[in-house]
């Protein structure tokens, strides 16, 4: 035995785990992987992290090999694997559950440490071998408030955004709030970069002129009957302000909340004031943000990458606001979209229904669509919006409680797709951080790639689901996850008949050029009371199927919710494709709620 030399090698990340890095290559059949197979499956019993090789391996023995319980037999039988994939092994010691940790020396390429595993798993007396790998501590702010935001945390319907600060906080990316400008904030402040006041109409703007250099907030307040005729009066919402704490709050200050892109900077660009904003004075705005140029206005000394407007109204998106928002995307920008709270087709509202953005639908803390958000087939996404039916159910953020003009700061719970656009503008910073080549196209796809389904039911249609920050900032830095292609989702939820014929979803894809990929995956989230019962099948447009679960039953397990990797390669992309499900036996019912195809 010998003890590791002082310096070695960059250990592998625990972030993140690809079976493909670390095990040779299973052979490729039409038939996907099930996600409830044996764990003594060949493809099952070995993990690692991509990026690095393992240095070392932790392998269990089955309980009657020699090797289970003395350390001389496992020593001897490290050095014969060595030998014969040509490597230096060393048994290092036992571990408390009676599995063996072997040294692989220096050196060693990822094919290397490949022919190892394979001696190991070769062996009919081991029982599994797994990298040994390096865990990190996972950071929770120290924010005051940070216990209240469920939204950034909470496992059934929030964003998982503490696991995506171990590879990004936003550092270098400057987010375009356009909105009602900002209202000082101690918890904020240090994150606040200079803006421009766009409003022309001094009315509206409330400030007693018209586009200056200074967003300040002055409160948007408005008397009964001052916008329109039966309108009751209102108190100044900050709105921008609430808004980019919820992008940007100083995080780790002992106080307050925790921004999910702390490290990013805030623009505010403000176009909203007294009974709302002008297309007119958004569309400069949104050109100056990402670096265009607006007449009488000076150059924009701070460009954001990520331009956030939680905004909107009714109607389609008109040819001037498109062409604002083509330019954006064109300079850079990934834009960043509220698809409304008029609990109606987002098609009809803008800009929710622009192209090239990225259109939010809005999520309570149960994982439903919002009672209030808008849906429908331009929703990209959705995220962590709440309902404050239940107070501590809403979004907490940064405020000020001042009904009129500034009062004092605050932090308030606010619902809205307001609320859940900044969760994704937040994540575009941290993913900007983390790569930053990344396309606006690539942003988007990356974000529906790695969504993961809706705990609860979202009629009308919320996009890929619900956003998950680790898994897409993992995947553009590439530490896990997926960059992924084009998402085709069927939210319209299916009855599965106990013990009766199968059912079938269909999603129709179009736009994708050749045939499907090798590694299509298939999500699929299922509701059933004894998983074990239900056979899976994807119908491809040719009729062909591919089988994705088998009945089993052992299986006692409630629902799949999982995804699947088909090899559909000899299939054409485009047309009908269909999951067919089908209960085999009695006593227990379901049904398909959402599912979806990634190119």
């Not at 100083?250 to 307050?256: A, C, E, R, W």
């Not at 307001?418 to 942003?443: E, V």
Request: proline letters at 4%.
């Amino acid at each position: 035995m010998r003890t590791s030399p002082p310096v070695r090698r960059k250990l592998i990340s625990a972030a993140a785990v690809s079976a493909a890095l670390f095990t040779a290559a299973t052979a490729t059949v039409a038939v996907a992987q099930d996600s409830t197979a044996p764990t003594d499956a060949p493809a099952a019993r070995t993990e690692a992290a991509p990026g690095a090789p393992a240095e070392r391996l932790i392998v269990g023995y089955k309980s009657g090999a020699a090797e289970a319980k003395s350390n001389k037999a496992a020593d001897a039988d490290a050095a014969a694997k060595g030998k014969e994939a040509g490597e230096s092994l060393d048994f290092q010691r036992r571990l408390g559950t009676g599995a063996a940790l072997v040294d692989l020396g220096e050196d060693l390429t990822k094919a290397d440490v490949a022919d190892v595993v394979a001696e190991y798993q070769a062996d009919p007396q081991v029982a599994y071998v797994v990298p040994d790998r390096l865990n990190k501590p996972l950071a929770t702010p120290n924010d005051t408030e940070y216990s209240k935001q469920w939204d950034l945390f909470e496992t059934t319907a929030g964003m998982n955004v503490p696991g995506a600060w171990d590879v990004a906080t936003g550092t270098g990316v400057t987010v375009a709030v356009i909105d009602t400008g900002y209202v000082a904030h101690s918890d904020l402040a240090a994150n606040i970069v200079g803006g421009y006041d766009f409003i022309s109409d001094a009315t509206v703007g409330n400030d007693g002129n018209g586009r200056d250099s200074n967003p300040a907030d002055p409160g948007d307040w408005t008397a009964a009957n001052e916008c329109a005729s039966g309108d009751p009066a209102y108190g100044s919402s900050w709105h921008g302000t609430h808004v980019a704490g919820t992008i940007a709050a100083v995080t780790n200050n002992s106080k307050g909340v925790a921004g999910i892109a702390y490290g990013a900077k805030v623009s505010p660009l403000r176009v909203l004031g007294k009974c709302g904003g002008y297309d007119s004075d958004i569309i400069d705005a949104i050109t100056w943000a990402s670096g265009g140029t607006v007449s009488g206005v000076p150059a924009n000394a701070n460009v954001a990458k990520v331009i956030n407007m939680s905004l909107g109204g009714g109607g389609t998106c008109s040819t001037a606001t498109q062409n604002a928002i083509n330019g954006a995307v064109n300079r850079g920008t990934t834009v960043v979209v509220a698809a409304g709270n008029s609990n109606a087709n987002a098609a009809n509202y803008s800009p929710a229904s622009c192209n090239n953005v990225i259109s939010v639908a809005a999520a309570d803390r149960q994982g439903n669509r919002a009672s209030y958000s808008n849906y429908g087939t331009v929703v990209d996404i959705a995220a962590p919006g709440g309902e404050t039916a239940t107070t501590a159910n809403g979004i907490l953020s940064t405020l000020n409680a001042g009904e009129q003009g500034p009062g004092a700061e605050s932090y308030e719970y606010y619902q809205g797709t307001s609320m859940a656009a900044p969760h994704i503008a937040g994540l575009a910073a941290l993913m900007k951080s983390a790569n930053s080549a990344l396309t606006p196209a690539q942003i988007e796809s990356a974000i529906k790639t790695n969504s993961r389904a809706l705990a609860g039911t979202c009629s009308g249609g919320c996009g890929a689901g619900l956003a998950d920050a680790t898994k897409t900032v993992q995947a553009v830095s590439g530490s896990g996850g997926s960059t992924g292609g084009t998402t085709f989702t069927s939210t319209s939820a299916v009855s599965i008949p106990d013990a009766g014929s199968a059912v079938e979803s269909p999603i129709t894809v179009s736009g994708v050029s050749g045939n499907a990929p090798s590694t299509l995956q298939v999500g699929v989230d299922i509701t059933h009371t004894w998983r074990g019962d239900l056979v899976i099948d994807l119908v491809a447009p040719d009729g062909s199927t591919y089988r994705l679960k088998s009945a089993s039953s052992s299986d006692s397990a409630d629902n799949v919710i999982t995804t699947y990797t088909v090899n559909a390669s000899s299939e054409v992309a485009n047309g009908t494709w269909k999951l067919r499900v089908q209960d085999t036996a009695a006593q227990d019912t379901g049904r398909i709620n959402s599912w979806k195809l990634t190119f």
